[in-house]
């Protein structure tokens, strides 16, 4: 069971972001975003989006830094990976 996040590199909002998952379910990704205090709106179907600013302070919480491609790698394999068509569509 691992919570990762990759580097800050989307931007968005005058900021740039990074992705937050788990490999492990949803409930893991929502406990962990809870103790770290992120807002439930920052979910978006399988991921939290958080602003770079955070993402420290989220690795030194438990939060393993990988890069993007492992994280969508490990995301893809572990089943929880929403396709984006999915997420245009509302499902």
Same mark, same amino acid.
């Given at each position: 069971?691992?919570?990762?996040?990759?580097?800050?590199?989307?931007?968005?909002?005058?900021?740039?972001?990074?992705?937050?998952?788990?490999?492990?379910?949803?409930?893991?990704?929502?406990?962990?975003?809870?103790?770290?205090?992120?807002? !439930? !709106?920052?979910?978006?179907?399988?991921?939290?989006?958080?602003?770079?600013? !955070?993402?420290?302070?989220?690795?030194?919480?438990?939060?393993?830094?990988?890069?993007?491609?492992?994280?969508?790698? !490990?995301?893809?394999?572990?089943?929880?990976?929403?396709?984006?068509?999915?997420?245009?569509?509302?499902?």
């Amino acid at each position: 069971m691992t919570v990762l996040i990759d580097p800050p590199v989307w931007p968005a909002h005058d900021t740039i972001w990074s992705h937050l998952v788990s490999d492990e379910s949803y409930d893991e990704l929502h406990a962990f975003a809870a103790r770290a205090g992120l807002p !439930r !709106r920052a979910f978006d179907h399988d991921h939290y989006d958080v602003p770079a600013a !955070r993402h420290d302070e989220l690795v030194a919480l438990g939060a393993l830094a990988v890069s993007g491609r492992e994280l969508v790698l !490990r995301l893809i394999a572990s089943g929880l990976r929403v396709p984006q068509r999915d997420k245009r569509s509302g499902h």
